[in-house]
């Protein structure tokens, strides 16, 4: 049967509108003319149709005034024009329509005709991808040319007057995936195929700010935020395509979290940033001068805080987390000695204000952030010798204890000054770095400070013990690093030899489910130390592509602010040191769940049964020996509890969905469980519930405070404790409280809430 087609069956609607609307904006004209001119009525005119098509207009020029004439010749032009126009498209549009296939609007905004020979060029260009990152051979030209045809049939048949590029994708996607059940590598093909972004709906509540993933207060502050996670969500969907599917589909069942996934194959997690760097080297962001200027040394107490802003806010720039200043009062003490008061709080207040007002720029990774602070010069700066002004001097960091406390006390003030009625500087987050010696030498000044900073909730304390041993470290991030006298270079990082500097951190954090370990092995203690050492295999692996990733970023130079080695300012043909070492930095290994886990295998808690505690202590034990076995491969693992996040309620929520291990879940995960089962059953999955993994525990219970201590002290990722005071203390009470929970607990990282 012979299926005829008309002019008007092959235009696409937008081409027929045009038509349409241009008869009749034509029409519309010859009226109004005829109106205003009367005589055109005259019988001398006389419309007829040529023989190709075209409308002519054929005049009397004796009866006509010369304004006339111009009129209908204006107007014989432009149907002339129109028409023709018109005839072409119907032509073009037409002949090929007659074979079936439509137009295609692109992503870059053309309407462009059907090419077959597009897709087969894009599978082949964008296939080469899964030999870099899977080691499969991409895609053949033959093989291509079938998922071309393939598609080009299903397309035809559908009858559409045009389709769009994405919509073409999806359908060599799809196509891919069917081809994927005879062959695995065609899977593949489709991650690198595939495309990655956000619902339209999901994108307006986005930049509305009603969306879930922009509900907390620091993201509507500003819309860059609201591109800034949009951008996130991409990049994530991204990275899941780009993992190996093993990798992927760990992280998707819930087996581990992958912390800070959208950022994971372009920059490391975290790390702790010694400001000395900066001192002697000055500051370049971005390249050599060529698109961002770079500054010198600073000359100035001014300059110091400027670049001692800017080397935060870069380094949030440059890491997943966020990143942390080492003992800041002590390296600015030498370019402050010599202010008054008034003139040094001016500049830590300009210094505060700089940072808390790029929150609207670097979101949650400068609220990750924080500062170092410590009332006294403590070990091992007392005998470091001082960096200032593009050179090492001969002066010690030790001579400047009077200055540092007097700028930790105006640092204090002006962090609890309200800068709007009830309010006061709460980014980036200050960790006061405590030991015994600070706390005998603590005066009633510091006293009280310390004591209205509890009130106020505002530090973190760090337990700098180990300092007394000739050490350094931090907490970045909530993550514990610990770099000892024992490494080869210790001594001359300490003095800045040959601009040698302090660089701890983490490429990687990654949690691991707990609790799913425990629903797993039954009661049965020797099969849950074995799925412990799997998951830690799981996490392995993801270390593994990190590493990969990581190089691949730094081959390209992507991570030119941690990676540039800046000219020496005492030496101009020598270049210096760069500002990471990445092989110091460590990977973490997260436990989320862990209370939950050993409640559910034992039926106690280990900060209140002994046996279970003896239990967490093994475990821990072992986890430590085997991520040992790594480290001879470079591969250097530290454990941790990480502070409550995101990976806590997605790891509960997985546990939830997935059948075989919901009914022990619903007795193991925090929260509002009986919401949560009713809104599971609609569908949603953004559940009110979560597993544990901070610590809280009142300053009264001392047997759970000890049990406590045990566990902690075998994680040297560290744990985030919270200690609750619920009744009042004066400064006096609160310095024994500090003295037991340091000293004699050895808490290396906790808040007090009172």
């Known amino acids: 049967?012979?299926?005829?087609?008309?002019?008007?069956?092959?235009?696409?609607?937008?081409?027929?509108?045009?038509?349409?609307?241009?008869?009749?904006?034509?029409?519309?004209?010859?009226?109004?003319?005829?109106?205003?001119?009367?005589?055109?009525?005259?019988?001398?005119?006389?419309?007829?149709?040529?023989?190709?098509?075209?409308?002519?207009?054929?005049?009397?020029?004796?009866?006509?005034?010369?304004?006339?004439?111009?009129?209908?010749?204006?107007?014989?032009?432009?149907?002339?024009?129109?028409?023709?126009?018109?005839?072409?498209?119907?032509?073009?549009?037409?002949?090929?329509?007659?074979?079936?296939?439509?137009?295609?609007?692109?992503?870059?905004?053309?309407?462009?005709?059907w090419r077959r020979k597009f897709i087969v060029e894009q599978l082949l260009r964008e296939t080469k991808l899964t030999e870099e990152f899977f080691k499969v051979q991409a895609i053949t030209k033959g093989e291509a040319e079938k998922v071309a045809k393939t598609v080009e049939d299903k397309i035809r048949s559908l009858g559409l007057k045009f389709v769009s590029a994405p919509l073409i994708r999806e359908m060599v996607n799809n196509v891919l995936l069917e081809l994927s059940e005879e062959d695995p590598r065609f899977a593949l093909y489709r991650n690198v195929c595939t495309r990655c972004g956000a619902p339209v709906y999901d994108v307006y509540q986005i930049f509305t700010g009603r969306s879930k993933y922009v509900g907390d207060d620091y993201q509507k502050i500003s819309p860059e935020l609201s591109h800034r996670r949009l951008a996130d969500l991409t990049a994530?969907?991204?990275?899941?395509?780009?993992?190996?599917?093993?990798?992927?589909?760990?992280?998707?069942?819930?087996?581990?979290?992958?912390?800070?996934?959208?950022?994971?194959?372009?920059?490391?997690?975290?790390?702790?940033?010694?400001?000395?760097?900066?001192?002697?080297?000055?500051?370049?962001?971005?390249?050599?001068?060529?698109?961002?200027?770079?500054?010198?040394?600073?000359?100035?107490?001014?300059?110091?805080?400027?670049?001692?802003?800017?080397?935060?806010?870069?380094?949030?720039?440059?890491?997943?987390?966020?990143?942390?200043?080492?003992?800041?009062?002590?390296?600015?003490?030498?370019?402050?000695?010599?202010?008054?008061?008034?003139?040094?709080?001016?500049l830590l207040r300009l210094l505060l204000m700089g940072l808390s007002q790029s929150l609207p720029l670097q979101g949650r990774r400068l609220l990750n952030s924080s500062i170092q602070l410590s009332p006294i010069v403590t070990n091992p700066w007392h005998r470091a010798p001082v960096v200032m002004a593009g050179s090492v001097c001969d002066d010690v960091y030790g001579n400047y204890e009077e200055v540092v406390r007097k700028l930790f006390l105006s640092f204090m003030r002006i962090l609890f000054k309200s800068l709007h009625e009830g309010g006061y500087i709460r980014v980036p987050r200050v960790d006061l770095v405590l030991n015994s010696k600070v706390l005998n030498e603590v005066d009633d000044d510091i006293a009280r400070i310390l004591l209205k900073a509890v009130r106020h909730g505002v530090p973190l304390f760090v337990n700098n013990l180990s300092a007394l041993e000739r050490a350094i470290e931090c907490y970045c991030c909530f993550y514990h690093f610990q770099e000892s006298s024992s490494t080869t270079d210790f001594e001359d990082c300490v003095e800045f030899k040959g601009g040698k500097h302090f660089s701890l951190g983490a490429k990687q954090v990654v949690s691991i489910n707990m609790p799913r370990l425990a629903y797993k092995a039954k009661g049965d203690d020797d099969k849950l130390l074995e799925y412990a050492r799997r998951a830690v295999d799981l996490c392995i692996n993801v270390f593994k592509t990190k590493e990969e990733w990581l190089r691949r970023m730094m081959r390209a130079g992507r991570l030119f602010f941690l990676q540039n080695r800046p000219p020496d300012p005492r030496?101009?043909?020598?270049?210096?040191?760069?500002?990471?070492?990445?092989?110091?930095?460590?990977?973490?290994?997260?436990?989320?769940?862990?209370?939950?886990?050993?409640?559910?295998?034992?039926?106690?808690?280990?900060?209140?049964?002994?046996?279970?505690?003896?239990?967490?202590?093994?475990?821990?034990?072992?986890?430590?020996?085997?991520?040992?076995?790594?480290?001879?491969?470079g591969i250097r693992i530290r454990f941790a509890m990480p502070p409550h996040g995101e990976g806590n309620q997605r790891l509960a929520v997985c546990d939830l969905v997935i059948p075989s291990y919901r009914y022990s879940a619903k007795k193991a995960v925090k929260g509002r469980i009986d919401e949560a089962s009713k809104m599971l059953r609609r569908g949603v999955r953004d559940l009110p519930v979560y597993y544990t993994s901070e610590i809280k525990v009142r300053i009264s219970e001392r047997r759970r405070l000890e049990h406590v201590a045990h566990v902690t002290s075998r994680l040297d990722g560290g744990a985030q404790i919270g200690i609750v005071i619920d009744h009042d203390v004066d400064e006096d009470l609160l310095r024994r409280y500090l003295a037991y929970l340091i000293d004699k607990l050895n808490l290396e990282h906790f808040y007090i809430q009172m």
């Not at 038509?19 to 001119?37: D, R, T």
């Not at 975290?270 to 500054?295: P, V």
């Not at 000359?299 to 806010?313: E, N, T």
């Not at 475990?619 to 991520?627: F, M, S, V």
Request: hydrophobic share 40%; charged share 20%; net charge neutral.
């Open 1 to 113: 049967m012979v299926t005829l087609i008309s002019p008007m069956d092959m235009l696409p609607e937008p081409l027929i509108l045009k038509l349409v609307f241009s008869s009749i904006c034509l029409m519309a004209s010859l009226l109004f003319l005829l109106s205003i001119f009367p005589s055109l009525l005259s019988p001398s005119l006389v419309l007829c149709e040529t023989g190709d098509k075209h409308f002519s207009a054929s005049i009397d020029s004796s009866t006509w005034s010369r304004s006339q004439q111009y009129i209908f010749k204006y107007l014989n032009i432009m149907m002339r024009v129109d028409m023709g126009k018109a005839e072409r498209l119907l032509r073009r549009t037409g002949k090929h329509r007659a074979g079936g296939m439509p137009q295609v609007r692109t992503s870059d905004g053309h309407m462009v005709t």
């Open 236 to 346: 994530k969907e991204a990275t899941l395509l780009l993992l190996p599917p093993s990798v992927a589909d760990s992280h998707l069942r819930g087996d581990i979290h992958i912390h800070q996934l959208e950022y994971f194959c372009t920059r490391p997690a975290c790390q702790a940033l010694d400001l000395r760097y900066f001192l002697y080297y000055g500051l370049t962001t971005g390249g050599e001068g060529q698109l961002i200027s770079g500054i010198g040394p600073p000359k100035s107490p001014y300059s110091a805080c400027m670049v001692a802003v800017y080397a935060l806010l870069m380094g949030c720039a440059y890491h997943s987390l966020g990143v942390s200043l080492l003992d800041l009062l002590i390296m600015l003490a030498p370019y402050m000695a010599k202010l008054s008061q008034e003139q040094a709080e001016e």
């Open 571 to 633: 030496d101009e043909r020598r270049r210096g040191e760069p500002l990471t070492y990445f092989e110091k930095l460590d990977y973490v290994v997260a436990l989320i769940g862990f209370e939950e886990m050993l409640k559910f295998h034992t039926g106690h808690s280990p900060f209140e049964d002994r046996s279970c505690l003896v239990f967490a202590i093994k475990l821990l034990d072992e986890l430590r020996r085997y991520a040992e076995l790594w480290q001879a491969k």
